[in-house]
């Protein structure tokens, strides 16, 4: 039984709204390949409620009869359900990791039941700042504050009206690896194992740093308007405060190592530095930020980051320890050697406080947090590994 005959209600369209038409992407382009569940009112750990919520996702394989095969991925920040596949209709990027989950991969869609759902508070189906409020009008400015556990929530009553029990498996990195841990924290009888790819179990003082930029990037753009933009004119959106916000965030994402390996101080093509022109450097964050601010909203941005900032497993249970010795699930931790922005000392915090858990798996690798996205084979290895250990289990 595959999970799409599980659900409730399933929309088989992207309701206008749902998907904010700031970027290149946009409502009348389709669903793509997914899925959507109104899970109904949410109440928020900050306070608070979302009166209607809707959450999308996409599937690979086959629930089994027993319904003990699933497997859900959480995504980073500016990914979405669209783990498998190629760009097109519906989808501005091919999956992000294809070469990881399918047939015969890390991730062995025909052993697995694979679930990937766009996180709450994100722009590409499930409800976000852009999505319709009560009034019919997109929430922008209105947007409530949303944390981790309320996301985890969400996925919880996702999880519900897919009709399974508990998941094999929980997987995610980065701000995805925040989520991992959540679901263990707060469903401990829901999840048998987990995997937490370069994440950590609190943020860092430093991650609030490189996020406080990244938000002011945006909120400083004029045509924020307080957060309201969407009934701007095409192109008078806050673009270019997402794309200096992606700026700021994909130097953190990427070595220095890498950095000064691949460009050094070479300018851009025939561009002269001593007269105004750029390196080849800033000519490599620049395309990273116009590219992510055709494809995702500079609310949902900032929505999700706030959501980072906020993460900590131990708040209201007794701290980062006592919240990590409550996990029962079997544990994988991986680190990127070479992570710059989720240190490698976040990791083994994580594997020294979860019961059983073992030592940390490193990606030797020289491109720095992407790792997790870049080391096919070695992700494969870890991952792999104890996916056909859990199995044999």
């Known amino acids: ?10 929309r088989a369209r992207v309701e206008p709204g749902e998907i904010p038409a700031t970027g290149a992407w946009r409502p009348e382009h389709g669903a793509g390949h997914r899925s959507f569940v109104d899970i109904g009112a949410l ?19 086959q629930l089994n009869a027993a319904r003990d095969n699933a497997v859900l991925i959480c995504h980073a920040l500016t990914g979405d359900s669209h783990v498998v596949g190629p760009a097109g209709a519906g989808h501005p990027t091919a999956g992000w990791w294809s070469s990881i989950v399918g047939p015969g991969l890390a991730v062995d869609t025909d052993r697995w039941f694979v679930v990937a759902v766009n996180v709450l508070g994100g722009c590409q189906g499930s409800t976000g700042p852009a999505s319709p409020a009560p009034d019919g009008t997109p929430w922008g400015s209105r947007f409530p504050s949303i944390t981790v556990r309320d996301q985890v929530a969400a996925e919880i009553e996702l999880t519900d009206r897919l009709g399974i029990g508990s998941w094999a498996h929980v997987v995610g990195a980065s701000m995805g690896g925040h989520r991992v841990l959540e679901w263990a924290i707060t469903a401990p009888s829901r999840v048998r194992s987990i995997g937490v790819i370069a994440s950590g179990a609190q943020t860092t003082a430093d991650q609030i740093a490189w996020g406080h930029a990244q938000l002011s990037a945006i909120l400083l753009d004029p045509n924020f308007r307080g957060g309201d933009y969407y009934g701007a004119p095409p192109g008078a959106g806050p673009h270019a405060g997402l794309a200096l916000a992606r700026r700021i965030a994909h130097t953190t994402y990427r070595s220095a190592e890498e950095l000064e390996g691949r460009f050094g101080r070479l300018p851009q093509h025939a561009e002269d530095p ?29 929505a999700l980051t706030r959501s980072m900032l906020t ?9 980062v320890e006592a919240a990590l ?16 922005l989720f240190l490698p000392a976040e990791s083994e915090r994580i594997a020294a406080g979860v019961p059983g858990a073992g030592p940390v798996r490193y990606l030797r690798s020289p491109y720095g947090h992407d790792g997790f996205l870049i080391e096919h084979e070695q992700v494969t290895r870890h991952l792999g590994g104890f996916l056909k250990q859990l199995a044999r289990s």
Do not use: C
């Open 311 to 319: 993460h900590d497993v131990g708040r209201d249970r007794g701290g």
């Open 274 to 302: 001593m007269l105004g022109g750029r390196f080849a450097v800033q000519s490599y964050l620049d395309h990273h930020g116009t590219k992510l601010a055709l494809r995702f909203d500079a609310n949902s941005y900032l």
């Open 1 to 10: 039984m595959d999970g799409e005959s599980a659900v409730h209600r399933v």
């Open 43 to 61: 109440h928020l750990e900050a306070g608070g409620r979302l009166p209607a919520v809707t959450l999308a996702y996409e599937t690979w394989g």
């Open 325 to 340: 010795a409550e996990v029962t699930a079997d544990t994988l931790v991986i680190a990127v050697e070479s992570d710059r």
